[in-house]
Each structure stands twice: as structure tokens, then as C-alpha cells.
């Protein structure tokens, strides 16, 4: 199966040109509906507007006869009147924790993802939920457990060409009783969801003094300079 728990620019192009890939995607078991991030800070708008695309990526890949897993994500309560909406009762669903799990700089989101997920359990009814990351012991459901770091686009060879006796890395479920399934990131195809954007309060990076020019107060205008010769290299790595 195919998996869009990545950033949403790796996998805008199944939106705005959605025949493209539709060979491809069609060789899979599989494909779960497109991950657009409904992160709480996002305008109401907009979160609207990623549950539509969702929903209508999905829609239009069932029409051409492809098996397609609806992936739910949420922001707060007040998404709760829409972003259930279109998958029915009884359904497969993908969720992630990856996005509500403490990590590098994020801070721990678990309330707010349990609120969501409580309540997707309530409306959906899921028959099976496939949990992309480490499911936290509270939920409830017949949870199918993907490995993060066996699955992410974070921890791929770009250059390796995956066929189908090399997704050993890829199983899900566990080892016992044995798996048939595999599920891989969309970039490998090509060839990634909820919470806050940063998890809590940004932090600048001690390892990068120059991200203490996003620091600031209210109305306080900066300025950066970028030598002259990193203006004609794009690849130039002292930019600042």
C-alpha cells in the first residue's frame, strides 16, 4: 500500500494534476487518501479545504477502481462537524501519532489528538484503524501498527529502485502471526499530518545561529544580508 504521511509538497501534484500518477498508484494493493495537514494554527478555511481535497483524491481514485483507505486527521473540536465527513461507517481508516508523539521539538499533543480520535471512533465506527507511528496505550479499536522508522520517507535511499521482493522493510503489523502487507512512502512512487506545525513552542536551533533572526517582538522589523557570492550560487551553504 501507498501512504502520504510526508509533507504535503512531495505529494501536492496527486491534487492539482491527479492523472498523473494513476499507473502507478494502480499497481498497489492499495493507496491511502492524501494526508493534507490540518495543523490546529491553520485558518478554519483552509482546514475546510484540506479535508475536501482528502476526500475528493480519494473519491476519484475509487472511480477508477483502485482500493482506497480514507486517512482522517483533525484539528480541534471545532473541525469535528467536517473533517468526518464522506467515509463510511464500518470503514478501513489510517491515522497518525506521529505529528501528536513528543519528538526532537515537538511537545507532546496526546490530549488533543485523543479528543479526535475518540470521537472518529464514535462517527466512523472503523472496522480497522492502520496507525502510521507508535499507538498511544489509550486507543481503542483494531489497531494495525506501522513502524515509523521503517516506513518514512526520512529513512530512504533515494536512489534505490524498490520492487516488490525488496519491501521486506515495509511489512506492517508485526512478525507473528506472518504479514502480507507492505505499505511505503508516495515518494518512493514519485521517484508525508495533524498537530501543531512545531508541536508546541518553537525553539531555535542552538546549532544554527542564524535562526535567531525569527526571533523577535511584534512589529520589530530585521533585516539579513546575504553575501554577494551566495547570491549567484544556489547551492552556496554560508547564506547567511
Known amino acids: 500500500?501507498?501512504?502520504?504521511?510526508?509533507?504535503?509538497?512531495r505529494f501536492e501534484r496527486v491534487w492539482k494534476n491527479p492523472d498523473s500518477d494513476l499507473e502507478r498508484l494502480s499497481r498497489y494493493r492499495a493507496v491511502l487518501s492524501p494526508d493534507f495537514s490540518m495543523y490546529l494554527e491553520m485558518a478554519p478555511v483552509m482546514q475546510l479545504y484540506n479535508t475536501f481535497r482528502n476526500r475528493w483524491c480519494g473519491a476519484y481514485w475509487a472511480s477508477k477502481g483502485?482500493?482506497?483507505?480514507?486517512?482522517?486527521?483533525?484539528?480541534?473540536?471545532?473541525?469535528?462537524?467536517?473533517?468526518?465527513?464522506?467515509?463510511?461507517?464500518?470503514?478501513?481508516v489510517a491515522v497518525s501519532t506521529y505529528m501528536a508523539s513528543e519528538h526532537d521539538h515537538r511537545s507532546d499533543q496526546k490530549e488533543w489528538f485523543m479528543a479526535g480520535y475518540n470521537e472518529?471512533?464514535?462517527?466512523?465506527?472503523?472496522?480497522?484503524?492502520?496507525?502510521?507511528?507508535?499507538?498511544?496505550?489509550?486507543?481503542q479499536g483494531d489497531i494495525v501498527y506501522v513502524d515509523y522508522e521503517r516506513s518514512s520517507w526520512r529513512h530512504m535511499n533515494y536512489e534505490r529502485s524498490y520492487k516488490?521482493?525488496?519491501?521486506?522493510?515495509?511489512?506492517i503489523g508485526g512478525q507473528s502471526p506472518p504479514v502480507y502487507d507492505t505499505i511505503v512512502p508516495?515518494?518512493?512512487v514519485q521517484?508525508?499530518?495533524g498537530g501543531s506545525a512545531y508541536g508546541g513552542k518553537w525553539r531555535p536551533n542552538p546549532n544554527?545561529?542564524?535562526d535567531q533572526r525569527y526571533v523577535g517582538t511584534p512589529g520589530?522589523?530585521?533585516?539579513?544580508?546575504?553575501?554577494?557570492?551566495?547570491?549567484?550560487?544556489?547551492?552556496?551553504?554560508n547564506r547567511w
Not at 80 to 87: K, P, V
Not at 220 to 237: D, F, Q, V
Open 191 to 193: 521517484l508525508k499530518g
Open 120 to 139: 472518529m471512533l464514535q462517527r466512523i465506527e472503523p472496522e480497522k484503524i492502520i496507525c502510521y507511528n507508535m499507538p498511544f496505550p489509550e486507543m
Open 1 to 9: 500500500m501507498v501512504h502520504f504521511f510526508l509533507y504535503d509538497y
Open 66 to 92: 483502485m482500493r482506497v483507505i480514507p486517512t482522517v486527521n483533525w484539528g480541534d473540536e471545532s473541525t469535528f462537524d467536517f473533517c468526518f465527513e464522506g467515509i463510511e461507517k464500518g470503514s478501513v
Open 220 to 237: 520589530e522589523i530585521k533585516t539579513t544580508i546575504m553575501p554577494r557570492a551566495c547570491l549567484k550560487n544556489k547551492y552556496c551553504t
Open 208 to 210: 544554527k545561529p542564524a
Open 164 to 171: 516488490a521482493e525488496g519491501l521486506e522493510a515495509f511489512k
Open 186 to 188: 508516495f515518494i518512493d
